[in-house]
């Protein structure tokens, strides 16, 4: 049996089972963060996650300093998908000998720019080389910090909360396919703007607070959705012990992911449910407050944001509606960088 | 310019020169741990630190377990570097497809048996496939905590201070020895404690909590032996603008160690003064509390401690004293993990 042969949810599962816990440990393994109560005026966030060449990332699709970006934007994401403000990093990198340093600089420069624009400071780190790996890899840990009782986590959705989405989901996933299939006649303007939001995310850390600041009594569960649109939702539903039903017709797909769909005679909705990499925030609302959640976005004049479905019952799983009033089931395919990159898992 | 043309130190440099700090930020980037004042009852201490399949260990010559037992054991020691008490541990994997099940079980239960033993939970992480890479590595995230005012850094060592080290070094890197080149007939019983030391570092976390309580007006300056005594030492100078004269006949050197050398035909000194992975403790002490630092290790059944020199005037720079009274520059001879496998270099 090889580590290939599982998901990365299973593989931790599996290796994780059982690890002791102490009292001031809000929030263990299974959520986008960690939540540690130290005693101190707030709580603690942290979260980790690695950007590896090859898997994550190649330096033909996206400039050095875009991948730094990439990599320090997708762990603000897992601090805004507990609705908490990022404040320190650290940048762990695996150089391969012959890395030119332009490489290693142009990193650095995208880590500084993300790092500036999230307040967040980068405070420690480490570089190791590689043997006789030629991959270039990034591992970031980053702390947050949260007030207590307005931490979200993904195990709080309830039978009848809103289900809402931030965003154009499946953009990101467009974006690289036009960046693995490069030779297409794709729509210039369309294209462009897609693989910028694949090369570098925009975590929702202003949106993440604006959803802290509701608090958990409105705002029952949240993630970011990194896994794509039916695998993110489907950890809700499993960290909440509910079901799901999504309304096709309510699914925000952005013009340009149309666009390019046309072009290619896809369907766009394989990657607006399936994508991988949105770090949009997906969420549930208690029923009664959805106006208010979304008053106060537009208020603040935040991302947009679009209900897209219920929550329903454990029994019913996790199901699409048509606008006809027809139901299937929503299997989820998600994008799993341990298993063959490039290859959906479906589980 | 390629990454491998530098040392990890001089990259480090490179990188993160004039990154932003804020007040909170006790001590930033350069030294064992960054020091953070949350405004809780204790300061957080963070590390990070990788061990990467080729560079740090084969499991050829050191068990999965193993390999997870020293990973975490070298985080724990910057911890005690800084003479704090570890308390959660984030572990990111790099895991090639390939890598047998058996592996990472068996690395989850080395770090499962060093977190129990410092007291220290697992409270998150992440997996990553590694592309075409063959490459296993582990990254550690370790918070540690300590009270305010008794966090030791690398930066306090003043001229007339005394120079104490933990235990024997060289014995890990005498057993690294034994293991590249396992053909020679090494006198079994020193051979094997020489490599249990070398596999499995003691992180000197009851020694480092021992001087925090001295403090730092009696100990002025604390570093853990990770990359040659003559390396850490001149760390030590370094932060803390000063010199430092070794004594040749107060290096401890073990049983085992001289038994080793004495077989090969080498001088055990070269592994006592450069040899890398120790992990014991290498601290100043104020002058005048030379026997109260040591009656205080003796009390507590801690490791023992040997005074082996005396900081200088920056000017004197790192020095060797012979018995007979002469003296010659010492020159560093770090392991680089970072440079060529198995090749020491000389600044």
Same mark, same amino acid.
């Given at each position: 049996m090889s580590a290939g042969t599982w998901s990365e949810f299973e593989l931790i599962a599996r290796l994780t089972a059982g690890l002791p816990s102490r009292e001031e440990v809000v929030v263990g393994i299974g959520d986008d963060c960690a939540v540690l109560d130290t005693g101190g005026p707030r709580l603690l966030l942290l979260t980790c996650d690695s950007q590896v060449e090859g898997v994550h990332?190649?330096?033909h699709t996206s400039s050095p300093q875009e991948v730094g970006r990439k990599a320090l934007a997708i762990n603000l994401s897992d601090i805004a998908a507990m609705g908490g403000e990022p404040r320190? *990093?650290?940048? !762990?990198l695996h150089i391969p000998r012959r890395c030119p340093l332009e490489v290693l600089e142009g990193l650095y420069t995208g880590l500084r720019q993300e790092a500036a624009a999230a307040q967040t400071l980068i405070i420690g780190g480490n570089v190791s080389g590689t043997? &006789? &790996? #030629?991959?270039? &890899? @990034?591992?970031i840990t980053l702390l $947050?910090?949260?007030?207590? $009782?307005?931490?979200l986590t993904r195990a709080g959705a309830r039978v009848g909360d809103t289900i809402f989405v931030t965003g154009y989901p $499946?953009? !990101?996933a467009a974006g690289l396919h036009s960046l693995l299939y490069p030779d297409h006649p794709y729509p210039p303007t369309a294209c462009e703007r897609l693989r910028a939001v694949h090369? %570098?995310?925009r975590p929702r850390l202003a949106e993440g607070r604006l959803l802290s600041q509701l608090g958990p009594q409105i705002v029952t569960a949240l993630i970011d959705v990194s896994d794509g649109l039916s695998g993110d939702? /489907?950890? @809700?539903?499993?960290? !909440?012990? %509910? /079901? *799901? !039903? @999504? =309304?096709v017709a309510r699914l925000p797909l952005s013009a340009e992911l149309q666009a390019l769909a046309a072009t290619l005679g896809r369907d766009p909705l394989a990657w607006a449910l399936h994508g991988g990499e949105d770090y949009e925030l997906l969420f549930t609302v208690a029923?009664?407050? =959805? #106006?208010? %959640?979304q008053a106060r976005f537009a208020a603040a004049g935040a991302a947009p944001i679009t209900p897209i479905g219920q929550i329903t019952e454990a029994a019913s799983g996790l199901r699409l509606r048509w606008p006809d009033g027809r139901e299937e089931p929503l299997s989820v395919q998600s994008w799993d960088h341990f298993t063959t990159p490039g290859q959906a898992r479906s589980t």
């Open positions: 990332f190649t330096l320190y *990093a650290l940048i !762990s043997g &006789a &790996a #030629e991959t270039l &890899a @990034i591992d $947050g910090e949260s007030e207590r $009782g307005r931490v $499946g953009d !990101s090369r %570098v995310p939702l /489907g950890h @809700i539903c499993e960290r !909440s012990g %509910v /079901g *799901a !039903s @999504i =309304e029923p009664g407050y =959805e #106006e208010t %959640v």
